[in-house]
């Protein structure tokens, strides 16, 4: 699977990039999605103005409906807000970001975590993947 990173930030995502490449070597998808970096402010926005949801939150995703196009969706995720919740949460901020970027993921696949049946499936598949990264949960 193709992933098309892009920073609208002012962080250095080198070292992201490295691992989201980790994250996703196991995933066999002929289709690719655009992993977007962006600061609070800007998620905040999108949040308000695409779920009426005004504050920021961690990652959003936006799947593809132009099936003629090869990518799947768009997923924006707020560095500074990963950085708070793998603080919050005691563990590293790469297993952090990782998560976030499945997540998103998962959601532009069909993943919903609407009820507990969905939240199960999902959670298992995103600690599927983040096993294959060595990324568990500690």
Do not use: C, W
């Amino acid at each position: 699977m193709k992933i098309n990173l892009y920073n609208q930030t002012s962080e250095d995502i080198k070292e992201i990039k490295k691992l989201l490449k980790k994250v996703f070597r196991s995933i066999k998808q002929k289709n690719n999605m655009q992993i977007i970096f962006v600061s609070q402010e800007e998620i905040r926005e999108l949040n308000k103005n695409f779920r009426n949801i005004d504050k920021s939150t961690d990652v959003l995703s936006f799947p593809n409906d132009d099936e003629l196009d090869s990518s799947i969706g768009d997923v924006f995720i707020s560095i500074e807000q990963a950085r708070l919740q793998a603080n919050d949460y005691g563990h590293s901020f790469e297993r952090e970001i990782g998560f976030l970027a499945v997540h998103g993921y998962l959601h532009l696949l069909g993943f919903d975590h609407h009820s507990e049946s969905e939240e199960k499936l999902m959670i298992e598949a995103q600690e599927n993947i983040l096993k294959k990264a060595k990324l568990e949960r500690k």
